[in-house]
């Protein structure tokens, strides 16, 4: 982080703001007030994501159309702008946006250090200083018709939608995953476990599709509550009154961002509630937390499945992407399962913080905005990075240890449930308790009970049938629904 203009020695220009005249360092674009910022704000560390400044450019950008447009700025200064913001667009200033996650309330700094970075490089285009803003002003001319309390709603919104399609392509990518091990395991006859204990057979294929039928579903919320943040605040200028803004700023600017973003934005329909509520990005936000437990649920499962391969259940096998002890030689551990729990976790973290903050709206405006979108953002980005992975490394080269599964099956004393109709409910009970206290397979004992023949007994503990059973109600795939046809 840059020490305050003056104690380098480097050369230096003079900008005044509100509060009077300050030093900034010549070089940078950034001016007096993010240099307020800069040392005001020294938290984290973290500056604001690049899907934010991409956002809040493109915003700019369209604005400068718009004010163009409806004449409330001059052609030279606005084409000016908009060649600034294209330059900031290649990230040609990524290093000038030095504003602190944590930083005023609203996100005023934020946004006056992309006006000014817009502003400065505006004026070396324009072949002027930098600095000189009675010719062209961060505050009058690239921030014209617009306030904080609107812009930063607004960038916030189009960043997460963006980033959200992201996400969205990457969890259909692992649903799918999931449904190609569902068919590869569709054979793999397998105890069903209830309460952690023995319960009626399935297939392993059958719980690999429900965990693609999971991610499909919480990619679905995700989806309606990215659907509800392209209703956007922009147009409401302070505190939602539309004060200093052209009557037309509104359509014409949303109009031009959706040109440039093809996300079909619409107006706030109340832009008082527009500024006071952030429950839109709220909700996004649980959308994710739900997502994040379903991933984490998956995660502990498949570790659960994997666990031995002597003394757990040894079910599936996990690809050996590392070694898994610095001391015990040969251990290979689920680590990218491992690393998915640590994701959610933090994702259920950052929502956490995210809910605090849109409870903290007070009045005419919820001031908490900035920590909601570096929240959001973040959850985003873990799990836009992470989950390519987890396909790749973890679900890709799951393996079924299908002698381990149909050993276990036919000790699971719940085959007995099987026989209910025939002998009762209490009787099967009792077949079961004593299968599971001798050690003897079901099958075997109802045999011996007198309950069925040898040949009954195969027809009724079919494993094969009764999974062709359950899936005749789940077509999942091609051939079974051209087979249904």
């Not at 006071?276 to 994710?288: E, K, N, T, V, Y």
Request: hydrophobic share 45%; with cysteine; proline share 4%.
């Amino acid at each position: 982080m840059q020490e305050p203009a003056g104690n380098t020695g480097a050369p230096t220009r003079r900008e005044r703001d509100a509060l009077g005249m300050r030093a900034v360092p010549a070089e940078v674009y950034w001016g007096v007030q993010t240099l307020r910022a800069v040392e005001n704000f020294q938290v984290s560390g973290v500056r604001e994501p690049a899907a934010l400044v991409r956002a809040y450019l493109v915003l700019k950008k369209a604005a400068a159309y718009a004010n163009m447009a409806l004449g409330e700025i001059d052609a030279e200064l606005g084409w000016a702008i908009v060649k600034a913001a294209d330059e900031g667009l290649e990230g040609r200033f990524d290093d000038q946006f030095v504003v602190d996650v944590f930083q005023a309330g609203a996100g005023t700094s934020f946004h006056m250090n992309v006006n000014e970075v817009l502003a400065n490089r505006a004026l070396e285009l324009l072949g002027r200083e930098k600095g000189d803003y009675d010719y062209l002003s961060p505050n009058d001319h690239v921030g014209r018709c617009q306030s904080t309390h609107d812009t930063f709603p607004t960038a916030s919104h189009l960043a997460i939608i963006t980033e959200a399609d992201r996400l969205l392509a990457v969890l259909d990518s692992l649903a799918r995953a999931f449904s190609r091990k569902g068919e590869e395991f569709a054979d793999v006859q397998k105890s069903g476990r209830t309460h952690l204990t023995d319960a009626l057979p399935l297939t392993l294929g059958a719980e690999f599709v429900a965990y693609a039928t999971a991610l499909r579903r919480a990619a679905w919320r995700v989806k309606e509550r990215r659907e509800d943040l392209r209703e956007v605040a922009i147009g409401g200028t302070a505190n939602g009154t539309g004060a200093n803004a052209h009557p037309e700023f509104r359509e014409t600017v949303l109009a031009d961002l959706n040109r440039f973003t093809g996300l079909g934005l619409i107006p706030a329909t109340d832009s008082f509630e527009a500024l006071q509520s952030r429950a839109a990005m709220a909700a996004f936000s649980g959308a994710l937390r739900e997502l994040a437990l379903e991933l984490i649920r998956i995660a502990n499962d498949l570790r659960l499945l994997g666990s031995g391969p002597t003394s757990g259940l040894a079910e599936i096998t996990f690809p050996a992407v590392q070694s898994g002890s610095s001391t015990m030689n040969g251990k290979v551990n689920p680590v990218m399962a491992e690393c998915l729990d640590m994701v959610g976790f933090q994702v259920v973290g950052n929502d956490t913080a995210v809910a605090l903050a849109a409870q903290a709206g007070q009045v005419d405006l919820n001031v908490m905005t900035p920590v909601m979108t570096a929240n959001i953002l973040a959850s985003l980005s873990l799990l836009t990075s992470f989950l390519p992975l987890f396909e790749e490394k973890c679900v890709a080269g799951i393996g079924a240890n299908r002698g381990q599964a149909r050993a276990l099956l036919m000790k699971n004393p719940a085959l007995a449930s099987l026989l209910s109709p025939q002998i009762g409910h209490l009787r099967a009970a009792n077949l079961a308790g004593e299968a599971r206290r001798r050690g003897v397979a079901v099958p075997a004992l109802a045999v011996e009970k007198g309950y069925l023949t040898e040949k009954e007994a195969a027809e009724l503990f079919d494993m094969e049938r009764m999974a062709r059973g359950l899936y005749a109600r789940y077509p999942w795939t091609h051939q079974e629904r051209e087979d249904e046809g």
